[in-house]
Every structure is written in structure tokens, then in C-alpha cells.
């Protein structure tokens, strides 16, 4: 059974009471359709809900109250608990049931006349009467339990439709025509675990909401005297979530911590909030998809890497296998961690990134080869004269041209402003209303193909440049496709731009708070809009205490936490309780996967972060097949775009695959000629763990060129890190190296084209990077 359709979707609740139940009583927007949900309170330990299958009027709906109330006059009648906007889920911990209702909402946004909306407040009711309450429901544990379930706020950056699927893009709701119980399984709804018992009972989702963590941002804008709506959503996977020094690369399912998809959205205003074409376009960041992790320590303020080996590469390739499932080819991956160090640290994961790129590349066809593109943004950003944002607007737009956006045109199948009758969805198609979300009004003229993935360390605060970087881009080539602007481009000074980067900094900030305990450092941005250099320092630095003291402090209950809310653990009488054991991370890289590895997760209770539930008796509440096409090829394939496709659900032990998408069958020609490199040099990236240059289109372009400052810098990196071979396991910490020496004084560098030792000018740029496209291998800079 689907949730409601035709502009039925219960949005305003209120919840009654008597002595051994709870009446919900939900209603349509347009007060047409009244619904009742009964919950037993008499059960102790078991969830009792039981939907009256009748569809009230107002009128009914006050007679059945007033006959409920005459029948339990004599244990007190019923009584108004209180009014309620959706019910979050129920959870159990060593006693009864807890229900989490949200009893204020606040608007926060319209996608294509569907409200959005996050949550004012929130209350959690236990179930039972009083009278039947298990002993243990007031024990000590029980309510640390409870606090811990609390202590996830969600009044901050969680929001939620009734009517609009926002926990996918707007690509993937034209594509994929599935509703009602498959949206929650998708990685972006974070209160899947908290509404399964009640969805699997009563195989709906009339009375729950899909609660979206991240960030959420509308505005209006203007641009040539012209009006447009700029919505940017952040949507964070509920897989392998968490804080950033316990949740760091890739678990063995392919899933990478801080996961979060970005898109980006705009469409022209008009009067009924209804547009005639609307575009968006997604990109992508993450954890670095290797197996490696950081112990938490309050003495070192940057704990020291810890690299795990990963025999063939498998979660890697598990990783890129989702991304090209979620957005087919090509896949471009923009990494932005540093290349030089006095002692190896990011640099050791930048090589072993690339080796692990190489390696999935060489079995993989042209079309389908993994686009690596290097740039040492903290070198760059200290380099005098450098225009980074300049540089990155060069890479998104380059990979905008392979990518490409979703644009489409909006078709009504009523003239605008008709009043909508009660009949079903397929009668009228009329968004206004707030019917479901009804993808045949949408034609697509251009869709979006493959993804840009960026990561740095920690994928947040020069992830979150790079990211505004390729929005902005990108908003001047959606601005153009809706015909409000003439050129497909906005300037870096235009003042659009500065609305842009103020929604890529909130954003930002947003994002590091919720994985790394402050908010984002924005130098470049401060420098972009010229603020004082002194204010700027003094800001980065309380923000890098703020952000150790919670990593080093607050973040293992936090994480204790999020695992409670996303059923990571689920408590039991006579087991350990959760502060009492290991982090998780812990206990997912100590295990060895075992004989013994099942006998432990049935004791502990714990799963790998991969949103499994651990539970002997927990069972799917609908088919959960991806598909039929099983295969054991390891090729990453495209999204069938127009098909019914379905994400990867927690049960799938690896990513199946999908038929090949017509709309991705771009070719590119493959460019004659290669880059001839400097045998000494190729010996020394050897030995750094790079893969052979010559067999692997490694494009590297600090490399083609022919400055002499370079030289130094090069013999340092080959004395420090000759004896470093990519298998060690563990690197000691080390401060930061300033790499602002002699080697950067003096130089010329306000953008490619004055820097003889870069990129010549942008044509040269272009030309090289066209020859890395063709050859599918590997650009660094």
C-alpha cells in the first residue's frame, strides 16, 4: 500500500489520550481527509499500532472523539496531549517504547510548489501507561540512554517534505518513479531505523516523515533585472556517519564517512510559485576511499594517520561502483590534499589514492575509467599571486562539459491557477495542489551525466572552495539555459557571486560543525571579499581550537549518539551498554574478519557503520532486490537514468550493476602524442608508490614544467620521503610544513597565464586537460 496520493498527504496531527490508548488523529492540508491511528499503552514492552482503514470528515472524526471519550469516562475520558506535525519514529531501550513526534515546523523552502520544511521542535512520549512500565524503564541506564537519544537536535539542519521526495535529487525523482516505503531506505534518510517497526506493521507512510541531515538554503535572487530561486541542499549519508576522527575513509561495503551530495538548483520566479523549466546539477564529496583512520588524542592536535592495506583495492572500488550506480560515467575525482611534507602524511594518502586509481583503471574500458585530477590547494592558496578560485572556475568548467546539467521544462496538464479536484493522481497532475511530486510533467532537455568528486583530509573546508567553485560555474551556465542571462558565465567579482559564496559558506560551516565540531576555515573567502588579514588569522585560530576541543572531548558521545538514532546499536538487557565498550572504529579495524566475526556481532550488537541493523530476528519490510542483472563484472557501469533503479540497500552485500545508460555513450577521441617525463623524476614518483607513468596516462603538470625553483623543492621531498615505502602502516604526526619558502618569493602567480612555470594560459590548460580526458588517466597540478 502506498502513502496517499492526489493532495492527501496527512500534514497536521493531534494526539489523544486515554488510559490504555493513543489516538492520532492526522488531516490533510485541505482539511478533506481525517485519519486515525491507534497506539496501545498497555503492552509494556511491544509496539501496538493498529490504522482505522476508514477516511473521516471533520464531522466524523469530533463524533468518534466525543463516543471514545463517553467510553473511557470512567478511567478518566480522553484528553488532549498535544498537536504534532509527523511522527519522527519510535525507539526502545531496555524498557517501553518512546514515540518522537515533531509538535512545531517551520517553512523553509518550495521545490516546484512542494513546501519544505525543518523542525521547530521536537518531544519524545513513551508509550505505556504508567501503571504496566517495565522496571527498568526509570533505571540509570535507561535514562542515559534516553539523553543520549535527546542530545541529537533536531531542530538543527534536519528537514523534511510530505510531498516532495527531497531525500533524492531532482534528476533521480524524474528517473525513478518509486514512492512510499523505498524512499526511506535510501542513504540520506536518517530516521529510517527509528520508522521500520512502524512502516513494516502498517506498510505505509502516511503518518511518518523522511527526515534529511545536512543543510538547506532558499533565496531569492536577481540577475539582469530578472528574479530566480537558488535552492542549495546538502544531503549526509546515513551510512558510515559520524565525527570526524571516528568515522575516517571507507568501510568494507564501499560506504565513506562525511558522504554528502550536493545539489544545486535554481528556476526562474513567477507568480504561483510554479516555474516553466527548472535545472540542477549534483556534485559529490567524501572521506578518502581508503582504509585508514586517526586515534582520537587530547595531546596532539593532529593525530597521527594510520593506513590500512587493502588487498586489491575492493571497498575502493565497492565506493566508485555506488558512485557510477548513483550517477554514472564518467566519474571525475578532484583531490586536493597536499603533495609535499617534512614528514609524509596527507601526501601518503594522496600517492596510495593514486595507486589505488591506477589499479581500478587498468581494468576498466575507456568510457568508463575514473578521471583523477590532483591540485594541492594549501600550496596553491600560500603561493603569492595565486588566483585559486580563478584556477578551480578552469577544472569545473572543463568538468561541466563532461558532466553536463539537469534542465528541464515543466508541462501542466491543466491550465495554471485551475482549481484541482479530490480525484486521483492520474485525473490531474497539478503540482499546486500539493499532489505527489508527478515526474511526467517534467522534460528533460539535458541530463546530467557521471558526478565531480571532491575530497581533501577532511572533505570540509577546502572541499567546501572547491565545491563553491564549481557552483558558481555552474549557476552561470543554468542562468544561461533558462535564458536569464546572455553569457554562460559569472565573474568572480560580480556581486551574484558573492550571493553564491555566502551560500557555499554557510553551507561549509554547517557541514564542519556537524563532522568536525567548528565551523569551516574560510580564508580564501575571507580574501575574496578583501577582509582584514589579522581578523581572518585570529578567526582560523579559534576555530582550530574549538574544533580539537570537540574532536578530542565530545566527540565519543556524539557518536555514541548518532549510532543510537541510526540503529547502529540497539540495547539489550545482559549486554554491555554502549559507553561501556569501544569506539566502533575501533572495533572495526581490530576486527580481522574472523570465524569468529558473526559470534561477535550477535554478542556486541554493534554493526560496521554501514547502517545494518544486528539483530537475530530483523527482516527487510519490502523486497530489497537492486536487481536481476548479478553479476560478478567489476566494471563500473552508468545509471540507467530512465529506469526504475533503486539504491543499494544495507542487506546487498555488494553493489550490483545496472545496463548501460544511452545517455552517457558520449565518446572522446584520443589525443596523439605523450608528454615526455624526465626519467629521474619518474624514479622518484616510483618510489613515492606512484604507478608507472608511461603505462598509466599520468598527466602530471607541476612536472611539465621547466622553472628551476622547483629544483630544491624536489630534492627536499626526495630526501624526506625515499625511505617511505606506501605499505607502512602507521606515520607519526607532524606539524604542518610551511611550504612558503624561498622557492614561491618573488613569483608572478595572479593566475596560469602569467606563471611560465604553470600553465601557460588557459588554452594550454584546455588542451591538456582535453588529452586527459581522452586518455582517461591522471592530472596533477
Partial sequence: MESIRGGKFLQKFRLYETRSKFYLIGRNKSRTIWKVLKIDRLESTDLGIQEDPTCYTENECQELLWRIHEGNRLTGGLKFVTKCYGIVGFMKFLGPYYMVIITRRRKVGTICGHDIYSIGKSEMIAIPCPIVWPNVANSRDENRYKRLLCSVDLTKDFFFSYSYNIMRSLQKNIADKNTGQVVYETMFVWNEFLTRAMRSHLKNTNWTVALIHGFFKQSKLSVCGKDFWLTLIARRSRHFAGTRFLKRGVNEKGRVANDVETEQIVFEDTPDDIPCEITSVVQHRGSIPLVWFQETSRLNIRPEITLKPDVDYKATRLHFENLALRYGNPIVILNLIKTREKKPRESLLRAEFAKAIHYINKGLPDDKRL??????????????????????????????????????????????????????????????????FCADMMVPLLLQKGVLRTNCIDCLDRTNVAQFAYGLTALGRQLHVLRLTQEPKIELHAPLADDLMDFYERMGDTLAIQYGGSAAHNKIFCEQRGQWKAATQSQEFLRTLQRYYNNAYTDPEKQDAINVFLGHFQPQQGRPALWKLDSDQHYNIGRQGTVNEESGRSFIKRSLSDGNILCENSVPISDRNVGENNTANSELLPMQQLDDIREPTDSAPEIYMCETNPCSSTKYSTMPGRHSISEERQSYLKRLGYPELHSSNFLDLDLLSSSGNSCDEEAFERSSLIHSPMDVISVESATTYSEQGHNDEGRDDTDLSRSSSQLSDSRDYSDRFAQWVANGGMLCY
Fill in 371 to 436: 578521471k583523477f585530477l590532483h591540485m594541492d590547494l594549501s600550496k596553491l592558496a600560500r603561493r603569492k599571486g595565486t588566483n585559486v578560485l580563478g584556477l578551480l572556475n578552469k577544472v569545473a568548467s572543463d568538468v561541466l562539459e563532461l558532466t553536463d546539467l539537469l534542465h528541464c521544462e515543466i508541462t501542466t496538464s491543466k491550465p495554471r491557477g485551475a482549481s484541482s479536484g479530490q480525484g486521483d493522481v492520474t485525473e490531474s497532475c497539478e503540482i499546486k495542489s500539493n499532489d505527489d
